[in-house]
């Protein structure tokens, strides 16, 4: 499943967006309104990476506004980005944020970058080639805390660096586990949407049980998401060698049972019907940003 993702994910970003150019005109791209692309050399892990920023409408002169990470960028930013618009009209405060999209590293193809940025620790698999990379989360993260948020105080007056909160699907959910889990203080707010807890033997599901049974106090909101068709096949077997994706439903419960034995933090669970590991994506994204932008 998880390479049919990383396949999706690499076509998409080939995929160039075309507007409407006059009659007679060459063909121009097509561009997000009030986005913007920042390049950013990261001294820690000593590779460039694209942000993609998405401002909210013209505001007051120094209003301040909360902060929306989405990992995996080519594909959760625009979806983000269309749906606040269209979430406004319902009189949530969805459009009034800064949207930041975390894409790949330049150079790198999506697969290699989110295979190595978004994952904890290194897969025990037989199945794939020594030469791929995993496990360099914590390193990320040390990116984000010392050279995101710093660029973003410095280049993005709108931004509100106090209200940071994150969206991520997949292993951008896996991340996103990790974070809550170890760095919890770096958001505020967690959309966690078809989590890969299965990765590397349920190694974060096992470090959720041990913090529950510590009780450990954790102080974040987050939302847990799975698509409804995201449930192992009675009497599935993964082949021998491949780590199976595994039943990501029922992952997302046992997190939930353990994060709901942990003091201060507040956790709902949505799954969503007749969606998919792929198709989930959107009504996630759309659910999310009810829960995170609640209306006046």
Same mark, same amino acid.
């Given at each position: ?19 409407? !150019?006059? @009659? ?87 697969? @290699?970058? $989110?295979? %190595? ?15 791929? $990379? ?10 984000? %805390? ?28 896996? *991340? ?10 770096? *958001? ?10 299965? *990765?590397?033997?349920? %190694? ?24 409804? $068709? ?26 939930? %049972? ?8 507040? @956790? ?12 989930? *994506? ?7 940003? $009810?829960?995170?932008? !609640?209306?006046?």
């Amino acid at each position: 499943m998880h390479r049919l993702l990383n396949l999706v994910l690499g076509l998409i970003c080939l995929l160039p967006l075309w507007g409407t !150019p006059p @009659v007679g005109a060459q063909p121009a791209p097509y561009a997000l309104e009030r986005t913007e692309v920042h390049r950013l050399h990261s001294r820690v892990l000593q590779r460039d990476y694209e942000l993609y920023i998405g401002l909210p409408p013209a505001t007051p002169a120094g209003a301040r506004h909360p902060l929306l990470f989405v990992t995996d960028a080519p594909v959760g930013f625009p979806v983000i980005h269309a749906m606040a618009r269209r979430l406004s009209h319902e009189g949530l405060q969805a459009q009034q944020m800064v949207l930041v999209g975390l894409s790949y590293a330049v150079g790198d193809s999506p697969t @290699v970058s $989110r295979n %190595r940025d978004y994952t904890p620790s290194q897969r025990a698999s037989a199945a794939e080639d020594s030469s791929v $990379r995993y496990g360099e989360a914590e390193a990320y993260v040390r990116f984000l %805390r010392e050279e995101v948020l710093p660029y973003l105080a410095a280049h993005v007056p709108q931004a509100d660096p106090a209200r940071r909160y994150f969206a991520g699907h997949s292993y951008g959910g896996l *991340f996103g586990a990790h974070v809550l889990l170890h760095h919890t203080d770096l *958001f505020q707010r967690y959309i966690l949407s078809s989590p890969s807890l299965w *990765f590397d033997q349920e %190694r974060l599901l096992r470090e959720a049980d041990a913090r529950a049974a510590r009780r450990q106090p954790l102080k974040a909101q987050v939302l847990l998401l799975a698509g409804e $068709r995201e449930q192992s096949a009675p009497g599935r077997r993964p082949r021998p060698g491949v780590e199976a994706d595994g039943d990501i439903v029922g992952n997302t419960r046992r997190f939930e %049972r353990a994060l709901r034995q942990l003091p201060g933090l507040q @956790v709902q669970r949505q799954i969503v019907p007749d969606e998919d590991h792929l198709s989930v *994506f959107p009504s996630a994204m759309v659910r999310g940003m $009810r829960w995170a932008f !609640p209306g006046r």
